[in-house]
């Protein structure tokens, strides 16, 4: 079932986008003409209206959309795009600038799941405040500000099993239960209204992983607590609902996680004996029925775990279509069509015309829930597809117009290129910014790692850690610590020994480097290995 997020969004409600000369292909509506079925161009108008088929779709990493030509179909049709949190924060500043542009330019919504709950805030849990609720929501509020400074609010925020994380936190299940549905649902509703105050116009969106609970009386698909699961969702659900009134907050709707091979039965099950005779499929109707009944839109994520985690990809795109098929010939309806994947494939994002790349599947999707346009099921290429590895890496950079591919994390309130250096204006005490992910550095190859720095802050050392494609742990062991001028002088030029740590071996993957510990402003005018 769907992947973690760690610990936003505005909504905006229905819009009307400006219409496109027909010349603007990126942002054109692409429609199957009546007669050859074949695309015909015409302009943008609304997206994400209620009470039409809505798809969404995610992605992993937002660089994969910022060139709308990679995905012109689905750019002009798609309603929502969704990211994780994670991926996001893993962003860098100039690669969301560009993702916020595109966002804006086309009209496209933007959704960002996160967990509302942040499990490792528990401890701090204090009954009758609102203790875990506000520090969940600070924090992952403040991975959204520099999409915002982009000029980018998020329109739905959506909420991975929150009360789970509160009540077993880091879904461990052999202890006590930290908190009763009530209190973990105070603590979200807590939350909500800290998102309100920074986005007035929010959707929230509660995700539940469906077949990981009982459902009014029945059992889960696994035992987790107990042979129903994480608890029955009917009573989660109205306790939920009912903590988000009191507090003067409301849902806008309810997202299903719920693989096909779960709807279907046939995903291995911990206690298959039990659950023999249960019908996934008409549960999982009935929890439309009853989100439909409260009020809410529902949204059901297509996607099929087995052929997600071993592929081949094109059976992961016959089982999402298929189960789009089954469940709209129970008689169900969702009120979004959400087509994401938390599994190993669909192996790329983009383009739309590699076949059974997501943008490809989102786009056969689009076809058949928005324009009547049935997906071809019969001539599936079922052969096996291999990950592109990145074998390029990068030992120099130099920050000449752009920030190379480097992520500002904690305590940082804003860095980018100046006068070719990156400018960093660090806000607290623990400031550190990211290299680009897959270096695949030889570690044998280079002896020393030159930082060329200008340091404005009270900082007398500066750290730089490293992972390996055998250790990915970010820690003290695999870190240097190299002294540092302090002042509001010119720059100096930083030198530490590789080999002076013994771990500093085999492909290096990643690069961190602490510019000091103290708030200020920091310029570096190069990083290279040598």
Same mark, same amino acid.
């Given at each position: ?121 528990? #401890? ?36 991975? /099993? ?60 696994? @035992? ?64 439309? @029925?009853?989100? @439909? ?82 997906? #071809? ?8 597809? /291999? ?56 570690? @044998? ?86």
């Amino acid at each position: 079932l769907s992947v973690a997020c760690s610990c936003s969004s505005q909504s905006v409600d229905d819009i009307t986008v400006q219409q496109l000369s027909p010349q603007s292909s990126a942002e054109k509506s692409i429609l199957p003409s009546q007669g050859s079925m074949e695309p015909t161009m015409q302009p943008v108008r609304q997206r994400d209206l209620e009470g039409t088929p809505r798809v969404w779709m995610n992605v992993y990493h937002p660089a994969d959309l910022v060139d709308t030509g990679k995905w012109e179909y689905v750019s002009a049709n798609v309603d929502t795009v969704s990211l994780f949190i994670d991926y996001l924060n893993q962003t860098d500043s100039d690669t969301i600038r560009e993702f916020a542009s595109m966002l804006n330019r086309t009209g496209i919504k933007l959704g960002v799941e996160c967990a509302g709950i942040c499990d490792w805030y528990t #401890d701090k849990y204090v009954a009758g405040t609102d203790s875990l609720g506000r520090l969940s929501a600070q924090l992952e509020i403040d991975r959204l500000k520099r999409l915002k400074k982009a000029g980018k609010n998020v329109d739905y925020v959506i909420f991975d /099993h929150p009360l789970t994380r509160a009540i077993y936190p880091n879904e461990d299940y052999s202890l006590p239960a930290r908190m009763t549905y009530a209190q973990a649902a105070e603590q979200l509703a807590y939350a909500m209204t800290y998102w309100k105050k920074e986005y007035p116009d929010i959707r929230f969106i509660y995700c539940v992983n469906f077949p990981n609970h009982g459902w009014k009386g029945s059992l889960a698909y696994y @035992k987790l607590v107990d042979k129903y699961g994480r608890g029955d969702f009917y009573e989660e659900f109205q306790v939920v609902l009912s903590a988000a009134e009191k507090a003067g907050v409301k849902f806008y709707g309810l997202l299903a996680d719920n693989p096909y091979d779960y709807a279907t039965g046939k995903r291995y099950s911990s206690q298959e004996k039990l659950i023999v005779n249960i019908n996934w499929m008409a549960r999982l109707l009935d929890l439309e @029925k009853e989100v @439909k009944s409260k009020g809410l839109v529902f949204a059901l994520f297509f996607n099929s775990e087995t052929p997600g985690t071993k592929g081949p990809e094109g059976e992961y795109y016959r089982q999402t279509i298929s189960y789009i098929n089954d469940y709209t010939k129970n008689g169900g309806k969702p009120d979004i069509n959400f087509i994401e994947s938390w599994y190993k494939y669909p192996l790329e994002s983009v383009p739309e015309s590699e076949k059974y790349s997501m943008t490809y599947i989102v786009k056969d999707v689009i076809k058949q829930i928005k324009f009547g346009q049935k997906a #071809d099921l019969s001539s599936i290429d079922l052969s096996s597809k /291999h990950p592109v590895v990145n074998t390029a890496y990068v030992d120099n950079w130099q920050f000449e117009g752009g920030v190379d591919g480097w992520i500002d994390q904690s305590d940082i309130e804003e860095m980018r290129s100046v006068n070719g250096a990156l400018y960093i204006n660090c806000s607290g005490n623990d400031p550190y910014i990211l290299s680009p992910e897959r270096l695949n550095i030889d570690a @044998k190859s280079y002896k020393t790692l030159h930082i060329r720095i200008k340091n404005m802050t009270r900082s007398t050392s500066l750290r730089v850690f490293f992972i390996t494609n055998a250790d990915s742990n970010m820690d003290e062991r695999k870190s240097y610590v190299a002294p540092l001028t302090s002042g509001a002088g010119g720059y100096t030029d930083v030198y530490i020994d590789l080999a002076s740590n013994s771990l500093w071996k085999g492909t290096i993957t990643r690069l961190r480097i602490d510019p000091g510990d103290q708030p200020g402003e920091v310029y570096i005018d190069s990083i290279s290995l040598e």
